[in-house]
């Protein structure tokens, strides 16, 4: 081990992190973002799923055993879309915990949101469910009209 490994090799973290952006529509009309909130690219079963041949490239390419996958949209727990995703989400998770016992790893997920959304019950419990965690944003600025401000101060 050359005098650099060994200073870095505490620092390493123990864990690797990567993002999978499901699709680009979006609820808000956030002033920082990039994204087509309106765009449907993405935005099927398929496509979805077809994102586990990535994880699994990924798995093969990176040595590291644990991962934080971060999954985000757009918004994926939009009031409109829980009917037909959470089942599809599901199944993109399975797919992956198939994966994590083929390549010996271990993922632990993380949605993210921007938490402006009215059916709070119904995606708590999809969560509970998969024991699943997710994160939001907190800058304020430049995010939400009246309305969603409320929705989102609700479910804080």
Known sequence: MTFIESVLEDKIPESGEFEIF???EC????V??????ESKLGQS?????????????????NPKKHYIMNIM????????LLEEYLPVYSQFIQGVNDLCKQFDKEVRFNFVTNLVFEQTDKVMAWLDKHDLEFSVSYDLTGR???????????NI
């Not at 079963?45 to 390419?61: C, S």
């Not at 939400?144 to 609700?154: A, C, D, G, P, V």
Request: some cysteine; aromatic content about 16%.
């Open 22 to 24: 499901f699709f680009e």
């Open 144 to 154: 939400f009209n009246t309305s969603q401000l409320e929705i989102y101060k609700k």
């Open 73 to 80: 949209g757009g918004e994926l727990f939009q009031d409109h």
């Open 27 to 30: 609820n808000l009309r956030c």
């Open 45 to 61: 079963k398929e496509a979805i799923l077809g994102k586990l041949q990535i994880v699994k490239d990924f798995f093969l390419m």
């Open 32 to 37: 920082h973002c990039f994204q087509d909130h």
